[in-house]
């Protein structure tokens, strides 16, 4: 039997050389690491520095967190990619409003990253995720659904709360806060696979308990 294709996330920021890049690296070295070959993370800019690789700050940050950002290169967010994704997880609000007027028809699989993981916790929180089971790709496929459905009830106290600061020529410092915005979001979705993985894997031991 084939393999599934994988879920195919695409994280979205302007230049595509500091935030979209340490949000593709740091998720797809997590995912990895619980389900190898599962996801497919990609990055792309709205008005992208094309070629260019990750910013040093940014890919300090990268390494630091345990991921790679060797062998980047930015590109120009197109229709053609946003078609082949998915979840599409930008940065700001600004940025998906550009994605869903490039697409229209990924209204329901478009969020800004830090709404995403609050929506994962509301998911939780609720136990509305469908009964485990050991086809999470599935599971994951349907998860920007159920994840838009419970919009009303993690909206952000304040619309900044939804985004990631720009760090792009700017100091350390702001470096630092685009990190303390974007990381808590990443850790919390990458929780909620391995999470979402320990129940699958507890269900197929039941299952396979019970046909001894």
């Known amino acids: 039997m084939e393999s599934p294709m994988p879920v195919r996330i695409l994280t979205v920021c302007t230049g595509n050389i ?7 690296r740091l998720l797809q070295g997590g ?18 520095m094309a070629g260019d690789a990750i910013q040093p700050l940014s890919a300090e ?8 950002a060797e062998g980047f290169a ?23 409003s550009e994605v869903i007027q490039m697409d229209a028809s990924l209204l329901r699989r478009t969020f ?8 994962l916790t509301a998911l939780e929180q609720r136990d509305s995720m469908r009964a485990p089971g050991a086809d999470l790709v599935g599971l994951w496929r349907e998860l920007p659904a159920q994840a838009a459905a419970v919009r009303h009830l993690a909206l952000a106290a304040d619309a ?9 020529g700017r100091g350390p410092e702001i470096y630092r806060q685009m990190e303390n915005e974007l990381a808590p979001a990443l850790l919390t979705i ?13 269900a197929e031991a039941d299952v396979a308990g019970t046909r001894k």
Do not use: K
């Open 18 to 24: 500091c935030r979209s890049p340490a949000a593709e």
């Open 31 to 48: 995912l990895d690491r619980l389900l190898p070959g599962a996801f497919d993370v990609s990055s792309a800019g709205t008005r992208a």
């Open 61 to 68: 940050i990268i390494r630091r967190l345990g991921g790679t």
């Open 74 to 96: 930015a590109r120009q967010l197109t229709p053609a990619i946003l078609r082949e994704a998915d979840l599409v997880l930008t940065m700001t609000a600004r940025h998906r």
């Open 112 to 119: 800004t990253v830090r709404e995403f993981a609050r929506l």
């Open 160 to 168: 900044s709360e939804n985004d990631v600061i720009d760090p792009y």
């Open 190 to 202: 990458l929780r909620f696979a391995r999470l979402n993985t320990e129940r699958s894997d507890w």
